[in-house]
């Protein structure tokens, strides 16, 4: 597929999708999807590749879903809009390697819930986050009303989505949104150390992690922690594991 919104470049196992409509504040439309969708597929299929990073074009992150093209939208479009969004999202917390959306601007509605679908989000301090979708007399369509609950409480996402407020990236990391706030100028740098650092390890155990982390939050406590338990043992059977203990012991780097 020839990509026209995404930008890849893919160096030292780390891929960067830069999202550019930056005329629209990079806002997603079906083309976005469509490109999102094929580029995840073929990610899923490398084994080259240790951490996708997220950024956007511009002055923005994401400014939210196309409103231009969802205006003229059937409900019976809007459903199917919404649902491929959602699928699509879905993929991308799904894979399993480590996902970091580096925001660099507006991350509203649709944005904000792309963010939100990464495993985290490192912002520049310029970056403002928002859930701006009552001001249009709609609803959050990317299981932003879901995700935003389970990353900041319940309480601060009704605040965030009944208010329709715009906040700051200050108030983004006070309610958990954001994970680390950077000058702009060095974001990118910023994100590209954190993901080496996680592109460094090569064992199973952050798949494993990952994959815990995020089906263990829709499972009974106990029913999660055989499953932690198994993923555990499952480890010990493997050689990056071994190795990993072994390098320990003889004082060394693991040789992943
Ligand atoms: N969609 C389409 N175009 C957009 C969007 C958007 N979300 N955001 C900005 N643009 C366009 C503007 O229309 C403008 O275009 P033009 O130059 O042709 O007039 C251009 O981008 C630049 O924008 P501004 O001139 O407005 O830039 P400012 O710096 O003055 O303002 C803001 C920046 C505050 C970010 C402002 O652009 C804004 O409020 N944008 C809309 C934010 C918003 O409401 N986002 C939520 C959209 S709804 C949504 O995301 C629902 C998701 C679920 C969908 C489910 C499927 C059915």
Redesign the pocket.
């Given at each position: 597929m020839e990509y026209t919104i995404l930008k890849i470049s893919i160096a030292d196992r780390i891929a960067t999708v830069t999202i550019s409509r930056p005329?629209?504040?990079n806002?997603?439309n079906t083309l976005f999807f469509k490109e999102m969708d094929h580029f995840l597929h073929d990610l899923q299929a490398r084994d080259d590749v240790r951490v996708l990073v997220i950024t956007g074009e511009g002055?923005?992150f994401?400014?939210?879903?196309?409103?231009?093209?969802?205006s003229g939208?059937t409900p019976e479009e809007?459903?199917e809009?919404?649902r491929f969004?959602q699928n699509v999202f879905a993929s991308l917390e799904k894979l399993r390697i480590p996902v970091i959306a580096a925001v660099n601007g507006?991350a509203?509605?649709?944005?904000?819930?792309l963010a939100m679908a990464c495993d985290f989000r490192i912002a520049s301090k310029l970056a403002?986050f928002?859930?701006?979708?009552m001001?249009?007399g709609?609803?959050?369509?990317?299981a932003?009303t879901q995700r935003l609950s389970r990353i900041s409480g319940i309480g601060n996402a009704l605040y965030l989505i009944l208010t329709a407020d715009?906040i700051t990236s200050d108030d983004a990391l006070r309610i958990g949104l954001v994970q680390k706030l950077c000058e702009p100028e060095t974001l990118m740098e910023e994100v590209m150390k954190l993901a080496s650092k996680l592109a460094s390890n090569g064992s199973g155990a952050l798949p494993a992690i990952k994959k815990l982390i995020r089906d263990g939050i829709s499972l009974p406590f106990e029913e999660a922690s055989i499953l932690e338990a198994r993923a555990f043992s499952t480890s010990f059977g493997e050689a990056a594991t071994k190795e990993g203990m072994k390098a320990f012991m003889e004082k060394r780097k693991p040789n992943w």
């Amino acid at each position: 597929m020839e990509y026209t919104i995404l930008k890849i470049s893919i160096a030292d196992r780390i891929a960067t999708v830069t999202i550019s409509r930056p005329a629209v504040l990079n806002a997603l439309n079906t083309l976005f999807f469509k490109e999102m969708d094929h580029f995840l597929h073929d990610l899923q299929a490398r084994d080259d590749v240790r951490v996708l990073v997220i950024t956007g074009e511009g002055k923005a992150f994401v400014a939210g879903a196309d409103i231009a093209e969802m205006s003229g939208m059937t409900p019976e479009e809007a459903f199917e809009f919404s649902r491929f969004g959602q699928n699509v999202f879905a993929s991308l917390e799904k894979l399993r390697i480590p996902v970091i959306a580096a925001v660099n601007g507006y991350a509203l509605g649709g944005g904000c819930e792309l963010a939100m679908a990464c495993d985290f989000r490192i912002a520049s301090k310029l970056a403002k986050f928002g859930q701006p979708e009552m001001n249009l007399g709609l609803t959050p369509g990317y299981a932003g009303t879901q995700r935003l609950s389970r990353i900041s409480g319940i309480g601060n996402a009704l605040y965030l989505i009944l208010t329709a407020d715009t906040i700051t990236s200050d108030d983004a990391l006070r309610i958990g949104l954001v994970q680390k706030l950077c000058e702009p100028e060095t974001l990118m740098e910023e994100v590209m150390k954190l993901a080496s650092k996680l592109a460094s390890n090569g064992s199973g155990a952050l798949p494993a992690i990952k994959k815990l982390i995020r089906d263990g939050i829709s499972l009974p406590f106990e029913e999660a922690s055989i499953l932690e338990a198994r993923a555990f043992s499952t480890s010990f059977g493997e050689a990056a594991t071994k190795e990993g203990m072994k390098a320990f012991m003889e004082k060394r780097k693991p040789n992943w």
